[in-house]
């Protein structure tokens, strides 16, 4: 079966104030294949973008899907390919992503995205261009302008998506959407969501390092990719280091944002905010705050008691008041997780753990569970089958690009941000809606969808 020919939708909203240039503007547009001959020998070719970190559990769990072959790994860094090597022999390696999609053209029916954040977008946005179908690693892209048009360009070349958030699958988080869905706690005033670690953990440092390194095995200027050029310096930002850099990740929130936001747009049907705001001890133009509370707005929905609904966020530590849980003596919120408050109670969906019902400090006993599902097979499964995903980029672009306004409002700290996510537009604050986008280094650039 050959998958060409994809429908086109209409109504792709391109913002003026945004000029890109085109990528690969040079690159034929080719259509993915994926090839079958009876169903039990259809096959789905997979490029992969980061091998190694999140990118080998990627393309591992992928890669354990009967009908998939891996027909290129790419990574920066020449001694990353070890683990992907050993589990799968005799795939072409690539240091540049622009060339492997453009050498393996057609060869290539999907890709998966398990770069640091900051290159997400100029990766995905390439590859769906071409016609892939994607499975980009959460936050899914790193400014809420890039999240919309991944969102768009999906839709457009009605590919098939899931961000790579595997605990939407979970049977825990399944479980506490349904037990919203079936009014258990009626329906919800406000929900808590808080992580225990904080935006600059990791690099555990507010400015750049003086010294810097030549790498020896790094393509440095492939990594900085989309990101301003700055020198190389060794355990500062790759690997993994990066996630506490703005330029590169996405802070606290956007590390564990779309896992714990996941359950809570789901189980209230959330769309998009209407206003954020943000406080911390402060931020520079480095690295993400420590400790911080974001407060969001949304409309309310069917599942909500008032016509609009509180979301709060909390990391590095901070949780809710304890006296909200309605928790029974002696029981503590865990480290991470997400707190529904509702009109008959409450429910604690720990991440990642089975969701508990309270009332009153007694909880209430509920065996209902949903079965889970495995995230990188359902897309694989769905890309075959030429269906959708419960996590693509149409559910998981407002968990995103919600998860990205927090970070705007992080950047201005005590303002209220008005978001009206009709006309892409924060109306109340330049400053803050210049943020909704950022520039690019020539060659990386991210074309509007
Ligand atoms: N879903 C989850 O539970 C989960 C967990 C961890 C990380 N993540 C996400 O996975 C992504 C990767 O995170 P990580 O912790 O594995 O980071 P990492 O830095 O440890 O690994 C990234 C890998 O990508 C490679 N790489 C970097 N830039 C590249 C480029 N331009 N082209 C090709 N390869 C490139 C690196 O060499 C490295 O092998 C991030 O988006 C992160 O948010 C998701």
């Given at each position: 079966m050959t998958m060409t020919g994809r429908s086109t939708i209409p109504g792709s909203s391109r913002r003026g104030f945004i000029t890109q240039a085109a990528v690969g503007s040079s690159l034929a547009l080719a259509g993915s294949r994926v090839t079958t001959g009876s169903s039990a020998l259809r096959q789905l070719n997979v490029a992969c973008v980061g091998v190694k970190g999140m990118g080998f559990a990627d393309l591992s769990n992928v890669g354990k899907h009967s009908s998939v072959r891996f027909v290129g790994f790419c990574d920066i860094?020449?001694?990353?390919?070890d683990q992907a090597d050993k589990q799968f022999a005799n795939v072409d390696h690539f240091v540049d992503y622009r060339e492997m999609l453009t050498k393996l053209g057609d060869r290539v029916d999907a890709v998966i995205v398990s770069t640091p954040d900051h290159m997400h977008a100029p990766v995905a946005m390439m590859a769906m261009s071409l016609g892939k179908h994607v499975y980009c690693q959460k936050p899914?892209?790193?400014?809420v302008w890039e999240v919309r048009q991944m969102r768009l360009l999906a839709s457009k070349k009605n590919l098939t998506t899931q961000m790579g958030?595997?605990?939407?699958?979970?049977s825990e988080y399944r479980t506490g959407v349904r037990w919203i869905h079936d009014g258990l706690i009626g329906k919800v005033h406000e929900v808590h969501s808080w992580v225990g670690v904080n935006g600059r953990q990791y690099c555990n440092r507010l400015d750049r390092p003086a010294a810097n390194d030549t790498p020896r095995n790094v393509a440095w200027d492939l990594w900085l990719g989309a990101a301003p050029e700055r020198p190389f310096s060794p355990d500062v930002y790759h690997p993994f280091k990066w996630r506490d850099w703005q330029d590169f990740g996405s802070g606290a929130l956007g590390d564990f944002g779309c896992h714990l936001l996941d359950p809570v747009f789901g189980a209230l049907e959330l769309t998009a905010p209407i206003s954020i705001s943000a406080i911390h001890d402060g931020i520079n133009q480095e690295v993400w705050p420590g400790p911080e509370t974001v407060a969001y707005t949304f409309p309310g929905t069917r599942r909500t008691s008032a016509s609009t609904v509180q979301v709060t966020w909390r990391d590095g530590g901070l949780q809710p008041p304890?006296?909200?849980?309605?928790?029974?003596?002696g029981v503590a919120l865990p480290k991470s997780g997400s707190l529904f408050v509702g009109e008959a109670g409450v429910m604690l969906l720990p991440h990642v753990g089975m969701p508990s019902i309270y009332e009153r400090g007694k909880k209430r006993e509920i065996t209902e569970k949903v079965p889970g599902g495995n995230h990188w097979h359902a897309w694989v499964d769905a890309v075959l089958e030429g269906k959708k995903t419960t996590d693509g980029f149409d559910f998981a672009g407002p968990v995103a690009e919600a998860v990205q306004l927090g970070n705007i409002a992080a950047k201005l700290p005590g303002s209220l941000i008005e978001w009206d996510s009709q006309n892409f537009m924060?109306?109340?604050?330049k400053s803050a809606n210049q943020l909704l986008t950022k520039s690019y280094r020539p060659g990386f650039e991210v074309k509007p969808a």
């Open positions: 860094d020449s001694e990353r390919f899914l892209a790193h400014t958030n595997q605990i939407h699958s979970a304890l006296e909200l849980a309605q928790l029974p003596e924060i109306g109340n604050s």
